[in-house]
């Protein structure tokens, strides 16, 4: 199986509320609807939603009564695996890619939920998976500018390479001031302006099954260092860790894609006209999955 594995368990604070199944495209599309589609045009054949299990009615409800008389569907329960008083937001996105293992076989590629990555990612993305093996992963690399917006700050991983493979990736806050790109650690005071062509990771990833030894050994570690009430275990962390160690290689496959996401309310017109743009222009049907 070839598996879109869909990062859905988020409470989008910022945007205040379920952002995954807000109507944006010109005939109620979520964006999660183009992500999709978009997957299944590239090659995908199964999809894996990991949400919270209270979400479960009002996904299947929406979302995937859409899909799943067209690609293979299962939905994964992102759930503490250890008791934590007083923590309610989930424990981050490398322990929800464990809370997915059992429905995923082989080759697979993560997303959020609420980004929309482009056609063009989906292909850079599909050729990779047809072709890695194991201990050598993927990055779907977009470059800054086309991953930004005009109403605050984002959180990027900036990408460093070398000969075409990632030596580090800084999570990271991105905004603009004036017509630069001010950069800001999330793990330091620093800030430093970065051109519109660094590559940043939008979380959109290609691994196989090899991942998961590393996930649940880091899942110890993580328990043992980490502020549980806030810190979160997350996937580029462990990404970075294993790179520096010398454990794994992850290929950076640069997109010419341009993002669109609300990540705040005010996004929202600028991605639903966008979106019409990419109707109007025929990069998808007038109905979304009536092609």
């Known amino acids: 199986m070839k598996t879109l594995v869909i990062l859905a368990a988020g409470m989008g604070s ?5 952002k995954q199944i807000e109507p944006l495209g010109p005939n109620g599309e979520f964006i999660i609807d183009y992500s999709i589609h978009d997957a299944i045009k590239a090659g995908f ?3 894996v939603f990991i949400i919270k299990e209270e979400n479960y009615e009002i996904f299947k409800s929406t979302i995937g009564r859409r899909v799943e008389d067209k690609i293979e569907v299962a939905y994964a329960f992102q759930k503490m695996d250890i008791d934590i008083p007083g923590r309610i937001k989930p424990l981050g996105t490398a322990h929800a890619i464990l809370c997915a293992e059992e429905y995923i076989d082989d080759a697979f590629m993560i997303i959020n939920a609420d980004d929309y990555y482009g056609v063009d990612a989906y292909y850079k993305g599909i050729e990779f998976l047809n072709n890695m093996h194991d201990n050598e992963y993927g990055l779907v690399g977009y470059r800054a500018s ?11 991983g900036i990408c460093k390479s070398d000969n075409g493979y990632l030596t580090s990736i800084v999570e990271s806050k991105l905004e603009y001031n004036n017509d630069s790109i001010i950069a800001s650690p999330l793990a330091s005071d620093d800030k430093y302006e970065i051109s519109k062509d660094t ?3 939008m979380n959109m990833f290609v691994f196989n099954k090899s991942l998961f030894k590393y996930l649940h050994d880091d899942l110890e570690i993580f328990k043992d260092t980490a502020d549980l009430l806030k810190d979160e275990y997350l996937i580029p962390d462990v990404i970075d860790r294993h790179i520096k160690n010398g454990d794994i290689k992850v290929k950076v496959l640069e997109t010419t894609s341009v993002w669109y996401g609300v990540t705040y309310k005010e996004d929202t017109e600028y991605v639903k006209e966008n979106l019409k743009k990419l109707h109007d222009e025929g990069v998808y049907k007038v109905e979304l999955w009536n092609e």
Do not use: A, W, Y
Request: charged content about 20%; overall charge positive; cysteine-free.
């Open 146 to 156: 086309n991953t930004m917006t005009l109403n605050g700050s984002v959180k990027r």
């Open 45 to 47: 054949n199964k999809v």
């Open 14 to 18: 910022r945007f205040g509320g379920l």
């Open 199 to 201: 590559l940043v990771s």
